[in-house]
């Protein structure tokens, strides 16, 4: 079983510029990348509103952006059908 007072090591991927310009806040404001990821986790993890809120609206995004992809390849799958078919075609 977990030992919950035991820390656990987490490995974090970020584009440069998103990285770049976090550690220069974190950094102005005496803060570390890894106290400012455990405090934001403990707020998930105990439901505040706030926290919660932004978990939402990136499940949303990230929804939103699924359902374009998916609507992108029906399109392009539907234009391959139609140009590889001949559906228009003359005889």
Same mark, same amino acid.
Request: proline letters at 1%.
């Given at each position: 079983?977990?030992n919950? $007072?035991?820390?656990?090591? &987490? *490995?974090?991927?970020?584009? #440069? !510029?998103?990285?770049? #310009?976090?550690?220069? +806040? =974190? &950094?102005?404001?005496? =803060?570390?990348?890894?106290?400012? /990821? @455990?405090?934001?986790?403990? =707020?998930? &993890?105990? $439901? *505040?509103? *706030?926290?919660?809120?932004? /978990?939402? @609206?990136? @499940?949303?995004?990230? *929804? !939103?952006?699924?359902? $374009?992809?998916?609507? +992108?390849?029906?399109?392009? %799958? /539907?234009?391959? &059908?139609?140009? %590889?078919? $001949? /559906?228009?075609?003359?005889?």
């Amino acid at each position: 079983m977990l030992n919950a $007072g035991r820390k656990k090591s &987490v *490995h974090v991927s970020m584009f #440069g !510029n998103t990285h770049m #310009g976090l550690k220069k +806040e =974190l &950094v102005s404001r005496g =803060l570390s990348i890894q106290e400012t /990821l @455990e405090y934001i986790a403990s =707020l998930i &993890v105990e $439901g *505040h509103p *706030h926290a919660i809120k932004m /978990l939402d @609206e990136l @499940e949303a995004s990230k *929804h !939103n952006k699924e359902v $374009g992809k998916l609507e +992108e390849k029906y399109a392009e %799958n /539907l234009y391959d &059908v139609i140009g %590889n078919e $001949g /559906l228009f075609k003359e005889d």
